[in-house]
């Protein structure tokens, strides 16, 4: 089962505009990571923000992390047509069943337009 | 500095026969994980190495094995293929014991026909 959600599912902006998406995880964690996913291709680390974080900035990216909800959210701001890849959010749970996991939510499809 | 590299980057096997997919993580990093991406699955966690040994495994069957080298290095072993074994197997690498940041490869896409 997945333990990350984003929302939304698909994402079409035109260059220049900002993307906000949303992930929502089910229990507690030590920190969540974003990855970048191009064309099915290998996972790109974007930022990693731990659970006693609650914003996180790295370029134009700006992570924030709300633990008393359980969710997080990627913003990309003055977006590229680079940007164009699917975005995942992933989740260390720990605890012993979950040592060396990462769960992983089903993506978030960002096409970004000239 | 290299990333994680994965090789092959393409593997098309038949049913039944095994696979071998190979991981060299980031120098410096102890611990290797294997995942596999198949298509509407998603990302689902298959193996965890540290120090050489196996530490966690998601839920997958036991013809999914592997095993880490003294250089950290790492194999997957995917035994009796069966056609929905085909996906894309993802190798990461991290310092340490469990998850800080994980760097991934570009994957090797297994076909099975």
């Known amino acids: 089962s997945q333990q990350g959600e984003e929302d939304p599912q698909a994402l079409s902006i035109q260059e220049g505009e900002n993307a906000t998406m949303n992930c929502s995880y089910k229990t507690s964690i030590n920190n969540l990571q974003w990855y970048r996913q191009n064309s099915g291709r290998g996972l790109v680390h974007l930022i990693l923000i731990r659970s006693n974080e609650r914003e996180k900035h790295s370029g134009r990216l700006r992570v924030t992390l709300d633990t008393s909800k359980k969710s997080s959210s990627l913003l990309i701001t003055a977006s590229r047509a680079a940007d164009t890849a699917s975005y995942f959010c992933a989740t260390d749970a720990g605890g012993k069943d979950s040592w060396g996991k990462l769960q992983f939510g089903a993506g978030t499809q960002v096409v970004v337009t000239p | 500095e290299a990333g994680v590299t994965q090789s092959p980057t393409h593997l098309i096997k038949t049913r039944g026969q095994q696979a071998t997919l190979r991981c060299s993580p980031i120098?410096?990093?102890?611990?290797v994980y294997w995942y596999q991406q198949a298509l509407g699955l998603g990302l689902q966690f298959l193996l965890w190495y540290d120090e050489g040994e196996e530490r966690n495994r998601g839920n997958f069957p036991p013809r999914f094995s592997g095993r880490q080298f003294p250089n950290y290095s790492s194999e997957l072993n995917v035994n009796a293929l069966e056609l929905e074994d085909s996906a894309l197997y993802l190798c990461?690498?991290?310092?340490?014991?469990?998850?800080?940041?994980?760097?991934f490869g570009q994957g090797t896409r297994l076909t099975v026909v």
């Open positions: 120098s410096g990093h102890t611990s």
């Open positions: 990461a690498s991290s310092l340490g014991q469990g998850v800080t940041e994980a760097f």
